[in-house]
């Protein structure tokens, strides 16, 4: 029996398949995400930066806001205050205008809110919590419900809880899927993680193809690796130069004046 490819039916059938099923995955897997996984800010607009420390997660709506809006909300509230506008001196969430929590078990709650209504990024929040705690269990839980919702940043951390035996066996495999499931979702720490393990492994062009991807989307690291590669003759002077151009725009478009004067206070 002869298969659509022309091949003979049999043990080699099942090779041929298991072929095209990896070059699917490939195909899937080194597509450049237009955006990484972060998004734009809801309120500005503008992409957020791939520094978790300005990014902010709102407990009442689980929105992810830049630091810069969040910085800018406050002093509306200042002057709105000063001015006898605002007489409760309650913050509020910057974008559903939600009281914000005062306390720690305030916050819990309002994350378990979300947490009940299945929402990924409060899981998400949990799993880290949870971590942080020594609750690998229950990180563990938490983390695959909000992988299995299309969270990437869940991916990537069970991708490490796999790749440290943390909470799990050790597993190489299931490591590596989380990986590119979150990277082909556009996390790009992933991303490079990903390219630091095809190079570790010796597949260097793979490695490279990553890297491009990451660096595409601002990530810093991988621009280093991309220099090495051009010099190892790896990554062509053109290709470098593409993603040198891609990088700087991606950077830039995350840049703003409140983000720039949030940043400048925060290191008061």
């Known amino acids: 029996m002869v ?28 597509r450049q995400p237009k955006i990484s996984y972060f998004g734009d800010c809801p309120i500005c607009f503008l992409p957020l930066s791939l520094d978790a420390s300005e990014r902010l997660i709102m407990t009442c709506c689980s929105k992810v806001i830049c630091d810069g809006c969040s910085y800018a909300n406050m002093m509306r509230e200042l002057s709105e205050s000063l001015r006898g506008l605002n007489t409760s001196l309650k913050r509020t969430c910057s974008f559903c205008r939600h009281p914000l929590p005062t306390t720690k078990a305030k916050a819990y709650t309002n994350i378990m809110k979300r947490v009940e209504a299945n929402d990924p990024v409060a899981l998400q929040v949990m799993g880290l919590k949870c971590i942080v705690k020594g609750d690998y269990r229950s990180a563990f839980e938490y983390l695959t419900k909000a992988a299995g919702l299309g969270d990437a940043v869940a991916h990537f951390h069970l991708s490490v809880m796999y790749w440290e035996g943390t909470g799990v066996e050790k597993d190489e495999k299931k490591e590596v899927y989380h990986l590119e499931e979150a990277a082909i979702a556009g996390h790009p720490l992933a991303r490079y993680n990903l390219g ?32 090495q590669g051009n010099e190892e003759g790896l990554v062509s002077k053109d290709d470098f130069a593409a993603a040198l151009r891609a990088h700087k725009a991606a950077v830039d478009a995350m840049k703003s004046p409140q983000r720039q004067t949030a940043a400048e206070q925060a290191e008061l």
């Open 3 to 30: 298969n659509e490819d022309g091949e003979e039916g049999g043990s080699g059938s099942g090779v041929s398949t298991k072929k095209r099923a990896a070059a699917l995955r490939d195909d899937l897997l080194f």
């Open 196 to 227: 630091a393990f095809e190079w570790n492994n010796g597949s260097k062009e793979r490695a490279m193809k990553h890297f491009i991807i990451a660096a595409n989307q601002g990530d810093d690291k991988s621009v280093g690796e991309l220099k």
